[in-house]
């Protein structure tokens, strides 16, 4: 069984995730409006990875017993048009992200609640890694500057991301 209040945090970060999912969508269609149709590629597959978290906490909500719930939320927004900005962005809301998982944690912690303790687990390394492909791509992009050359190859590289699912990257 699972408290209302930990159902209730559980829920409202459903809604993160997809608010994630919405967001790393933005950040899509903005890209492939600047012309990185690579970085556009991967975070498109990341949208779709946070749409997975959603639905994962969704299913836990409910064999736990409880009663998940979908809301709505307001709309992403994405500053500037520049690829390390963005992705600046990008890593500040997984930082936000770790801490609500963070949070949720130490709830379920605080309640005993061993088994969303160990469901969560898996979203504390998500968390973990989230952030660090973030700051590696943020660090690659300090080195390139301005430079066309080393902004076209990591669009390429960007843009060699596996979808989720196993799809064909972009060429
Ligand atoms: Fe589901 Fe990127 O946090």
Do not use: C
Not at 78 to 95: C, M, N
Not at 128 to 145: D, H, N, Q, R, W
Request: aromatic share 10%.
């Amino acid at each position: 069984m699972i408290s209302k209040n930990l159902n209730d945090e559980l829920n409202k970060q459903i809604t993160y995730e997809f608010y994630s999912s919405h967001l790393y969508l933005a950040m899509a269609a903005k890209f492939a409006s600047i012309d990185f149709t690579g970085a556009s590629t991967w975070m498109k597959t990341q949208a779709e990875e946070e749409r997975i978290h959603a639905i994962k906490i969704m299913d836990f909500i409910i064999e736990a017993g409880g009663e998940a719930k979908i809301t709505g939320f307001e709309d992403p927004e994405v500053k500037g048009e520049d690829l390390k900005l963005i992705f600046e962005q990008a890593l500040e809301h997984e930082r936000f992200v770790t801490e609500r998982i963070n949070f949720l944690m130490s709830l379920a912690g605080d309640e005993k609640n061993y088994a969303a303790v160990n469901f969560l687990n898996w979203f504390v390394n998500e968390q973990v890694e989230e952030e660090a492909t973030a700051e590696a791509i943020i660090k690659s992009l300090k080195l390139i500057g301005n430079d066309g050359n080393g902004l076209y190859q990591i669009d390429k590289e960007l843009g060699a991301r596996i979808a989720v699912g196993g799809a064909e990257p972009q060429k």
